[in-house]
Structure formats: structure tokens, C-alpha cells
Nanobody, 115 residues
Framework: QVRFVESGGGLVQPGGSLTLSCTTS????????MNWYRQIPGKEREMIAQ?????????VYDDSVKGRFTISRDNDKNTVYLQMNNLKIEDTAIYYC???????WGQGTQVTVSS
């Protein structure tokens, strides 16, 4: 059974930083492209970052987070990370990981940016 466990969210002031983690199980992690998504209540879940299974392929970011967020992965730990810097109020959302939406979603982790 595929499982995603997202963690690391919380309350942070504008300009602050957080690092999210997504620990996975139930599939061959190293063989899959991994993504981070976020969802604001009432809106569609959007993809914000992508990291390929191929080291040579560049990471992909939505324009809204480009230059501020960094996605990375540890294939030995079956974990994907999202380093978020210079957070803005509009980054407030629930954050999820998945492998190109192939599997059932986890619970996500709430990120709230507020002064």
C-alpha cells in the first residue's frame, strides 16, 4: 500500500523559512518523479515543484515559488523535501507530495504564513 506522510508545516511570519518532508512507502521511490502540491480551501490542488528520478533532469517550479522554494530527494530514505524560503502570506495552504498524482493522497501538512 502506497503511503505519503507529510510533515514540517507550521505557523511562520512573512519572510520566514520552513522545510517540509514527505516520507513515502509502498512503491519503488527511486523510480518515480516526485512532486509537491498545495491547496488553498476552495481552489484546485496545484503542482508547485517537481524532481525527476533522473539526476540530469532539471527541477521544475511553478512561477509563484521559483527562486524561493527548493525541492530535493533522498532515495535512501524514500523521502522528498521542500525547502521554503522568504515565505509570503499567499503561500498559506495545505502541502502534499505525490508521484505525478499516481497514488492516493496523504493528509498533507498545513503551512500558515501570518504576522
Amino acid at each position: 500500500q502506497v503511503r505519503f506522510v507529510e510533515s514540517g508545516g507550521g505557523l511562520v511570519q512573512p519572510g520566514g523559512s520552513l522545510t517540509l518532508s514527505c516520507t513515502t512507502s509502498g512503491f519503488e521511490f527511486r523510480l518515480y518523479t516526485m512532486n509537491w502540491y498545495r491547496q488553498i480551501p476552495g481552489k484546485e490542488r496545484e503542482m508547485i515543484a517537481q524532481i525527476s528520478r533522473h539526476i540530469s533532469h532539471p527541477n521544475v517550479y511553478d512561477d509563484s515559488v521559483k527562486g524561493r522554494f527548493t525541492i530535493s530527494r533522498d532515495n535512501d530514505k524514500n523521502t522528498v523535501y521542500l525547502q521554503m524560503n522568504n515565505l509570503k502570506i499567499e503561500d498559506t495552504a495545505i502541502y502534499y507530495c505525490n508521484a505525478e498524482r499516481r497514488f492516493t493522497w496523504g493528509q498533507g501538512t498545513q503551512v500558515t504564513v501570518s504576522s
